[in-house]
């Protein structure tokens, strides 16, 4: 009985091995036409009045997949980033801007607010999520661009009157985009807080012995 059960496992990992490597293989069949076309890079979605919307696939789809993936594969609580998402998703919010010319902005240092109140969620809960802290943190850092900065601005930005056609691209400035940036400056600022937090605890304890 033990053989088969070990055979069946042997299966199943070797299924899942195969299953995300035909994932994979798909994926970077799928990006193959925008490295050859750097145009194809943007996927249209819709049109309104003299706006052209566009998704851009490294600065938004990436990152969302990311996301998807991580949800999935680490059992991310749901709960816990819909909660979570409300404050930071504000914050993404106070800090963009909508500009004609350039499209939804947040300046420096303003665009780091958000990453860093990602931080302090995911570590001040840290007792709670228990793992996979990096996920929540990175998942958080870019739903709350897309929500805050990009969907909350982009009625206002749509009303802008302009003569010629004008582009809203999600994600446009590729993996350089702030949708990327606040998913990596999220882990860094909560690697930063845990670093800090744990020396504090090592100082604490050597001051107690002293």
Same mark, same amino acid.
């Given at each position: 009985?033990?053989?088969i059960d070990k055979?069946?496992y042997?299966?199943?990992n070797?299924y899942?091995i195969h299953?995300?490597?035909?994932?994979?293989?798909?994926l970077?069949?799928?990006l !193959?036409?925008?490295?050859?076309?750097?145009?194809? !890079?943007?996927i249209?979605? !819709?049109?309104i =009045?003299?706006?052209?919307i566009?998704?851009?696939?490294?600065?938004?789809? !990436?990152?969302v997949?990311?996301?998807?993936?991580? #949800?999935i594969k680490?059992?991310?609580d749901?709960?816990?980033i819909?909660i979570?998402?409300?404050p930071?998703?504000? &914050?993404? *919010?106070?800090?963009?801007?909508?500009?004609?010319?350039?499209?939804i902005?947040?300046? $420096?240092p303003l665009?780091?607010?958000?990453p860093? &109140?990602?931080?302090?969620i995911v570590? =001040?809960?840290?007792?709670?999520?228990r793992?996979n802290l990096?996920?929540?943190?990175?998942?958080?850092?870019?739903f709350s661009?897309?929500i805050g900065?990009?969907l909350?601005?982009l009625?206002a930005?749509l009303n *802008?009157?302009?003569?010629t056609?004008?582009?809203a691209?999600?994600?446009?400035?590729g993996?350089?985009?702030?949708?990327?940036?606040s998913?990596? $400056?999220?882990i860094?600022f909560?690697?930063?807080l845990t670093?800090?937090q744990?020396?504090?605890?090592?100082?604490?304890s050597?001051d107690? $012995? #002293?």
């Amino acid at each position: 009985m033990k053989e088969i059960d070990k055979n069946v496992y042997k299966i199943k990992n070797i299924y899942s091995i195969h299953f995300h490597q035909g994932i994979f293989c798909i994926l970077l069949i799928s990006l !193959l036409p925008t490295i050859i076309h750097p145009n194809s !890079l943007r996927i249209h979605i !819709l049109s309104i =009045s003299n706006w052209t919307i566009y998704l851009d696939i490294l600065g938004f789809i !990436l990152p969302v997949l990311i996301c998807m993936f991580l #949800i999935i594969k680490r059992h991310i609580d749901i709960k816990f980033i819909i909660i979570s998402l409300i404050p930071v998703s504000l &914050m993404s *919010y106070l800090m963009a801007t909508p500009i004609l010319e350039k499209g939804i902005v947040s300046p $420096f240092p303003l665009w780091l607010f958000p990453p860093l &109140m990602v931080g302090v969620i995911v570590l =001040s809960n840290k007792h709670i999520l228990r793992k996979n802290l990096y996920s929540y943190a990175f998942i958080l850092g870019v739903f709350s661009v897309i929500i805050g900065a990009d969907l909350a601005h982009l009625p206002a930005l749509l009303n *802008y009157t302009s003569t010629t056609s004008m582009q809203a691209i999600f994600g446009g400035a590729g993996i350089f985009d702030l949708i990327f940036l606040s998913g990596i $400056f999220s882990i860094l600022f909560l690697k930063f807080l845990t670093f800090i937090q744990k020396y504090e605890k090592i100082k604490i304890s050597k001051d107690y $012995f #002293i």
